[in-house]
């Protein structure tokens, strides 16, 4: 819910970013919380695709490979707002158009929900390609050593590659998640109110645009300072088995 209108003469920046009438602090929150959960949701659906993607890619058949590498190199191609634009109109009009000829109802999903499918789908395919990079950088002797011990190709991912796959790819992820961060304020032009829809709200309400635009960028930073925290954690550690075996062998 927009708090009232308000001009932004007649009170102070500090009132304008309050929680409550006549600040707007409240809605950049709501904006800020509808942009963290579209980024969660797109991240993890981009790396469950990104996952089979990429082990599609490296050991799937011919036609496997070449849809994958279709998939991957159009949504790498092509800007993310005209694919966000393709996918919102045209595919779920298609979508919608298939499932009234089968006698269904049309389809209605929530603004989350369809951005997190949007940038999901846009997530995959980079998440593809840095997966495929970090499963590449095992060592061949590892899963040669596995497959004549007799492990099935699912065992010898859980137990092999993608232990050994994860400090690899932990950089390149983190980077993915910072950029699902920022490509939320895509969605702004369809209409969704996540964090640039809502700051763009009240910086049109109040004129304030100075105000509202330097509190979103601060929202914005505080966002990727708390994950470049998380993601090095997470980097040290994967990375702490590598560190004890280079340790040992000196």
């Not at 490979?65 to 996918?87: F, K, N, S």
């Not at 298609?94 to 989350?112: D, F, H, P, T």
């Not at 590449?136 to 699912?154: C, D, F, H, K, N």
């Not at 065992?155 to 961060?181: D, E, F, Q, S, Y």
Request: with cysteine; glycine share 12%.
């Amino acid at each position: 819910m927009l708090t009232p209108v308000v001009l932004s003469g007649a009170v102070s920046s500090f009132d304008l970013l309050a929680w409550s009438s006549p600040g707007w602090g409240a809605t950049l929150v709501a904006g800020l919380w509808n942009t963290c959960l579209i980024a969660f949701g797109a991240y993890a659906l981009g790396l469950l695709i990104g996952v089979a993607g990429a082990f599609g890619k490296l050991y799937g058949g011919p036609v496997t490979r070449d849809c994958l590498g279709v998939y991957t190199t159009l949504v790498r191609a092509v800007p993310e707002l005209v694919l966000l634009l393709i996918m919102n109109f045209a595919v779920r009009d298609l979508i919608n158009q298939a499932m009234l000829a089968m006698g269904y109802g049309r389809v209605e999903l929530s603004g989350v929900a369809i951005g997190i499918i949007i940038l999901g789908v846009v997530q995959g395919a980079y998440s593809t390609e840095v997966l495929r990079g970090a499963i590449l950088s095992v060592p061949a002797g590892q899963i040669e050593a596995a497959r004549a011990m007799g492990m099935s190709p699912t065992l010898l991912a859980r137990r092999i590659t993608l232990p050994l796959m994860a400090a690899a790819a932990v950089p390149g992820l983190a980077n993915l998640w910072l950029t699902v961060t920022k490509d939320t304020a895509l969605l702004s032009v369809l209409g969704f109110i996540e964090l640039t829809k809502a700051t763009s709200l009240a910086a049109q309400t109040t004129k304030a645009f100075f105000t509202f635009y330097l509190a979103a960028g601060v929202l914005y930073l505080a966002l990727s300072l708390v994950s470049v925290v998380i993601f090095g954690r997470i980097e040290r550690w994967a990375r702490k088995g590598q560190r004890t075996m280079e340790g040992g062998a000196h």
